[in-house]
């Protein structure tokens, strides 16, 4: 099983962010001709369910379901498209070998909850013993949050979450430094993009919509300009590799934003649901970035299971 | 073989069942002859009440409806070579001339299918008898098929399409764990399968702007192909969860693919540009030779159903078989 940890800062979306990824596998596996598959795992459909509920009706995730949900755990079968002679030959059939199974932890936020062993504890309990066994770890900006490079003598906006997760990954790397897995797979995932200043943009000089997943290199040079002034420390210790045993797999980057609506000035923010073929909802969101999400996801089980 | 009975409230599970007995006794009493059935008492009781019922153009009452825990049926298809044996060699017992399927159907209450999600125990003996299902019917209400996101019948889909995916995989867990346990003790148990039958009830209440706005055509095709096609564009819309879920099955070591769909409806009075009052009065189909006085209703769609049970039939696990050998063997010697 991969272990995934989700981090982020409160009101980053982290349970919007997993509500739009059960979404992606729902609408991309209900198809015959379908080249996903997934089956979630009893003990995490009801709260998930109802996440699925609250999003399709516009809804974002209510405190009830933010506070209940702390996990995700699906199978995930994946068929990529062969190329050459006799493409997909043998390749049409589902079955339990072609499985990854996936756990997603979501501890809590790390502005509200100090997991022990950032207060000095060598003692890893609770759901923040998972983040220090996990075999990647997806790390949330808000994109709201994003500022400018400014002055380095003051601090950012997101100067404290930067050095949460810093301390957060110096943690790791101090548990794995006799045992545990030797490698940790980063992903960054900017939040809410749409969100994003357009004056960090024309400040750092970037188009508004970040490079296809195709364009890996550009696109995260891309997302590097963004986070550099943001997450310094983050970046400097993912990108450092090595810290003793363990070490840091090259960052992936990815980018999550769902449209929204206000139907008055009085009302709350609702999800906008756009139409699909075949005349279905889901919400207007980077549907693309999910699926790059869970593709990469798969690699890197495979790679873990190598 | 024990058969799971999916539906929401008023969705149309008794007038199904009810549909499905006017079905047998009509299929079974046919000049074709190779399809028989047998009730138990308390099932006949209920389900004769039923039909009686619909006979006189009444749809099930809540009364009834209460008193519906488990329904059972046999039936028996004609094995294809003793078709065609003399008729006096046929009526010998030794020549076992019908291939039997027990088919069970439960009603679960709401509260009990929700303590048990939430709980994830099956303390309740029903429940238990419900995991142990090789089929599942899910029973779908067109009525509440609607494209307006912001009404009630689309939310109520919503929280029925999760309600149902929960149930699916808490099957395929039940399957999954009984599979390993087997596994585990030496025995070589076929991989678990479970066959889903989705029924479009109340199919004629679909509305017009639902399929134009999908796409469909009005009119369930014939053609199989077609058929799977037009209810998976339904439900892929609909219940997207649960389709997803049975799709996933695969990937979690139980098989759930082939699943296959039907459509129910009963003709009801209507008057001519006026709504009807009070409870709406099934029509019935006149005198004939070959019968009459009968529901109007989906009669081509009931005998498929029926035959689909043929097919499953003969794929039912060894272990499944010998178990409800044992059960009837026991039945009989209580002793």
Redesign the interface.
């Known amino acids: 099983m991969l272990h995934v940890a989700l981090i982020g800062d409160r009101g980053s979306g982290k349970t919007t962010f997993l509500g739009l990824l059960y979404a992606t ?3 991309s ?4 001709a ?1 080249d996903l ?7 995490s ?2 709260e998930v ?2 996440l ?2 609250q999003m ?3 809804g974002f995730p209510d405190a009830a379901v933010k506070e209940g949900l702390h996990e995700l755990s699906f ?3 994946l068929r990529k498209a062969k190329h050459g002679f006799l493409p997909r030959l043998g390749s049409r059939k ?3 070998d ?2 990854t199974s996936l756990q997603f932890t979501m501890p809590g936020s790390l502005g509200e909850e100090r997991p022990g062993f950032l207060q000095g504890s060598t003692i890893g309990t609770g759901p923040w013993r998972d983040v220090l066994d996990a075999d990647a770890i997806i790390l949330l900006a808000d994109s709201a949050n994003l500022a400018p490079k400014g002055d380095p003598s003051s601090p950012g906006p997101m100067a404290t979450y930067d050095g949460q997760v810093d301390a957060l990954l110096a943690a790791i790397q101090r548990w794995r430094s006799r045992s545990g897995h030797e490698v940790l797979h980063p992903i960054f995932l900017l939040s809410k993009f749409d969100s994003v200043k357009a004056e960090v943009l024309k400040a750092m000089n970037l188009e508004a919509d970040p490079p296809g997943p195709a364009e890996v290199a550009a696109r995260a040079a891309y997302a590097g300009t963004l986070l550099s002034p943001n997450l310094p420390r983050t970046l400097a210790t993912v990108q450092g590799g090595r810290g003793g045993r363990m070490r840091f797999d090259k960052p992936t980057y990815f980018f999550s934003w769902v449209r929204t609506e206000t139907k008055d000035s009085s009302a709350s923010e609702k999800i906008r ?1 756009r139409r699909i073929d ?4 889901e919400p207007d969101y980077s549907r693309d970035e999910y699926l790059g999400l869970l593709e990469c996801l798969a690699d890197i089980a495979a790679k873990t299971k190598d | 073989m024990p058969c799971a009975l999916l539906g929401d409230r008023a969705s149309g599970k008794t007038t199904f069942l009810g549909l499905l007995y006017s079905a047998q006794v009509k299929y079974g009493t046919g000049v074709h002859d190779d399809f028989r059935f047998h009730a138990p008492m308390a099932s006949l009781n209920v389900m004769s009440a039923v039909y009686e019922g619909m006979k006189d153009a009444r749809f099930p009452s809540a009364t009834l409806k209460e008193e519906i825990t488990e329904l059972s049926f046999i039936f028996g298809y004609l094995r294809k070579v003793q078709g065609k044996l003399p008729y006096y060699i046929r009526q010998q017992n030794w020549a076992k001339p019908f291939s039997t399927l027990r088919f069970s159907a439960y009603d679960v209450s709401g509260e009990d299918i929700e303590e048990f999600i939430e709980s994830g125990i099956a303390s309740r003996p029903l429940i238990q008898q419900l995991l142990k299902s090789v089929v599942v019917v899910v029973l779908v209400d067109c009525s509440k098929m609607t494209t307006d996101i912001d009404t009630a019948p689309y939310k109520k889909m919503l929280r029925y399409d999760s309600t149902v995916a929960k149930l699916l995989v808490a099957f395929q867990t039940y399957k999954k764990q009984e599979y390993d346990r087997l596994k585990d003790s030496g025995v070589n148990p076929d991989p678990p399968m479970i066959y889903p039958a989705f029924v479009l009830s109340k199919f004629d209440t679909l509305r017009d702007d639902v399929l134009a706005r999908l796409g469909l055509h009005q009119g369930f095709p014939e053609d199989k192909r077609a058929r799977k096609e037009y209810a998976e564009a339904l439900l892929r819309v609909f219940v997207p969860q649960t389709l997803s879920q049975i799709r996933g099955g695969k990937v979690a070591g139980v098989s759930m693919d082939k699943a296959a769909y039907f459509l129910s409806w009963v003709r009801t009075e209507t008057q001519e540009g006026m709504e009807p009052v009070g409870q709406p009065r099934i029509v019935r189909t006149g005198f004939r030779p070959e019968g009459g006085g009968e529901p109007d209703f989906s009669y081509d769609e009931y005998v498929n159903f029926i035959e689909h049970f043929r097919h499953i039939a003969n794929k039912i696990p060894d272990e499944i078989l010998e178990a409800e050998k044992f059960q009837a063997q026991s039945l009989v010697r209580p002793n």
Do not use: C, I, P, Y
Request: glycine letters at 18%; aromatic letters at 14%; proline letters at 0%.
């Open positions: 596998l729902v609408r596996g209900s198809d015959s379908d598959r997934f089956h979630t795992t009893f003990e459909l009801e369910t109802t699925f509920q399709m009706s516009g199978t995930l079968g589902w079955n339990a072609a499985g649901l075949g005349g279905g909802w």
